[in-house]
């Protein structure tokens, strides 16, 4: 059975919780008011919630989610790269210096391209890197301090949101016991919607081998989770996935109603990355 803690027993422990479930495949389950609020467990003991976590929505989660990711997939890889330490950001190598006139400069550019390949979230297309600089401007004007975690997200975000990138148009799935799973997935590919049918061991493997088909890319699954986002038996999924290509490895992140299609949404947020780190520098 998981070990169920408050928020409050959780912020007093939260080193020694984490250890644990790092180095003994423990689950923690946070609850307040008996409802919860995070699940925290390790890869080794995240296909054991279908039958630890005694909450009506998560068994439903879970023991879709045993069914759907294949093995292989879910089993143990190398930890998701640790968040960026607080490390500031010098605003006049980012080309700002309102005091010396200065909103913005070709240096300041090539500054910041130079520090997201740095961070590995390398942007290769020009447009692109011009939008993420005219908004790092705008966040430097925003902000007192700049910080390098800041230049990483606002990457990711303006990558997401960038045309001719990787967009879920539908998916169908059908999972038997016994049978191999089946999904159907149409993407946007930027140039147009492609469909494919695949099958796999489950339906969040076969969706994925719809899109490697799709796409002609087939990366590996390094780590994936997936947690409530929201309150109550109808909540949302939130899937995080880490995946790895030709060296590169993005961390993608998906929310829905549907875990799989939280999953499916994660996978191809995590890919959009990896194209954009494939193309050739700027």
């Not at 984490?18 to 307040?32: F, P, Y």
């Not at 439903?60 to 950001?89: D, H, I």
């Not at 890319?217 to 309150?231: C, G, M, Q, Y």
Request: charged share 25%.
């Amino acid at each position: 059975m998981p070990l169920k803690v408050s928020p409050e027993e959780f912020e007093k422990r939260a080193r020694a919780l984490l250890e644990s479930v790092a180095a003994k495949g423990e689950v923690v389950l946070v609850e307040r008011d008996r409802q919860p609020v995070a699940v925290l467990a390790s890869h080794q003991s995240v296909m054991a919630m279908a039958t630890t976590v005694d909450l009506p929505r998560w068994e439903g989660w879970t023991e879709e989610m045993r069914r759907s990711f294949p093995e292989s997939g879910a089993a143990p890889g190398r930890p998701a790269p640790a968040p960026a330490s607080a490390v500031e950001v010098d605003k006049m190598l980012l080309g700002f210096d309102p005091g010396g006139a200065v909103v913005g400069s070709p240096a300041g550019r090539e500054f910041l391209a130079r520090e997201l390949r740095r961070l590995e979230v390398g942007v290769t297309d020009k447009a692109l890197l011009d939008t993420i600089y005219a908004a790092l401007l705008e966040l430097c004007e925003d902000k007192s301090r700049v910080y390098e975690q800041d230049l990483r997200v606002l990457a990711q975000e303006k990558i997401a949101e960038a045309p001719m990138r990787l967009r879920l148009l539908t998916l169908t799935v059908t999972s038997s016991s016994g049978l191999p799973a089946t999904a159907e997935v149409t993407l946007d590919l930027g140039h147009g919607p492609a469909m494919r049918r695949e099958h796999g061991d489950g339906p969040l493997d076969a969706a994925f081998n719809a899109i490697e088909k799709l796409t002609g890319l087939e990366p590996e699954v390094e780590n994936f989770s997936v947690v409530a986002a929201t309150k109550g038996r109808d909540a949302m999924a939130e899937a995080i996935i880490e995946l790895e290509l030709e060296g590169s490895s993005a961390v993608g992140k998906g929310a829905s109603a549907n875990t799989i299609e939280a999953g499916v949404h994660a996978y191809l947020n995590a890919l959009n990355f990896l194209m954009e780190a494939r193309k050739e520098p700027v």
